[in-house]
């Protein structure tokens, strides 16, 4: 799989008048698992809405192989980079298969139709993610969990080099966020796919991610290895909580325990595992 190359180039993002990050600029490692994190309304999503091309920078760039991706046509962009939104709403009455199938839009054109590799697709993404007996269900008749792993199909059929997911984990329950977390780093191993998550859950950041960048207040505080950055004095600047971080038993990854809730600062964001 060809390595593509993103990155923002002093970023001003907002909504409105609210600006939420002001001159951010980042490179994200081809073919490696990147995870963002942060406080709530630090500008994670933000940032990740940005790189899927979903919200234009008021200055700088997003840059795709070194070229604006609000200046590139969508399906060129859409062939290239798959993207997973904070809850993405599906039209009424669509049945999984179809809706898992609307990955290969990107695939289509006026001399390439829907073919065998596109059925080939759509099967493998169901079977990943444990879908598949829900194939001919409608959508909106599933459970917040059975409906976030069709959505996650949805962007393992589009079969991109680039993946961004905005909190992939959202709704599943303990044995799943597992599930899913395990398929992406097969995904990664296996086709070298580069992936940039927002996770809340500090725990599972630092044991899945290759790279990671901590925000706080539309900045990035640090990022590099989770071995490297994640201390206790980088958990309480960022997400304002006192813990003590010790190597995981299961992974030999950075594992912090919340010491309790006296702050160091502002509202922190605890990892969900540890609330």
């Given amino acids: 799989m060809a390595q593509h190359t993103l990155r923002a180039q002093d970023v001003r993002l907002g909504y409105g008048d609210r600006e939420i990050v002001s001159g951010l600029s980042v490179d994200v490692p081809p073919g490696r698992i990147t995870v963002i994190v942060g406080p709530n309304a630090c500008g994670k999503s933000t940032l990740l809405r940005a790189m899927a091309r979903l919200l234009a920078p008021s200055r700088g760039a997003v840059l795709l192989d070194g070229r604006s991706v609000q200046e590139m046509p969508t399906k060129e962009v859409a062939a290239v980079l798959g993207i997973l939104p904070q809850s993405p709403s599906a039209p009424e009455g669509i049945t999984v298969s179809d809706l898992v199938g609307r990955g290969r839009y990107p695939h289509q054109g006026w001399f390439r139709r829907w073919g065998p590799e596109d059925d080939e697709a759509v099967a493998q993404a169901l079977l990943s993610t444990g879908t598949l007996?829900?194939?001919?269900?409608?959508?909106?008749?599933?459970?917040?969990?059975?409906?976030?792993?069709?959505?996650?199909?949805?962007?393992?059929?589009?079969?991109?080099?680039?993946?961004?997911?905005?909190?992939?984990?959202?709704?599943?329950?303990?044995?799943?966020?597992?599930?899913?977390?395990?398929?992406?780093?097969?995904?990664?191993?296996?086709?070298?796919v580069t992936m940039v998550a927002v996770l809340h859950d500090l725990n599972l950041a630092c044991r899945y991610a290759h790279h990671m960048i901590a925000m706080k207040d539309g900045r990035i505080v640090a990022e590099g290895r989770p071995a490297d950055i994640v201390t206790e004095e980088?958990?309480?600047?960022?997400?304002?909580?006192?813990?003590?971080?010790?190597?995981?038993?299961?992974?030999?990854?950075?594992?912090?325990?919340?010491?309790?809730?006296?702050h160091v600062g502002g509202g922190a964001d605890l990892p969900a595992s540890r609330r």
Avoid: K
């Fill in 133 to 192: 007996e829900l194939a001919e269900r409608p959508v909106d008749e599933l459970s917040g969990g059975q409906r976030q792993r069709v959505w996650i199909a949805m962007a393992l059929a589009q079969r991109t080099d680039i993946l961004l997911l905005d909190e992939p984990t959202t709704f599943l329950d303990a044995s799943h966020q597992l599930d899913v977390l395990d398929l992406l780093t097969d995904l990664n191993h296996q086709h070298g």
């Fill in 234 to 262: 980088l958990v309480g600047e960022v997400f304002g909580m006192r813990c003590s971080v010790m190597d995981d038993p299961a992974s030999a990854t950075p594992m912090v325990v919340p010491l309790g809730r006296h």
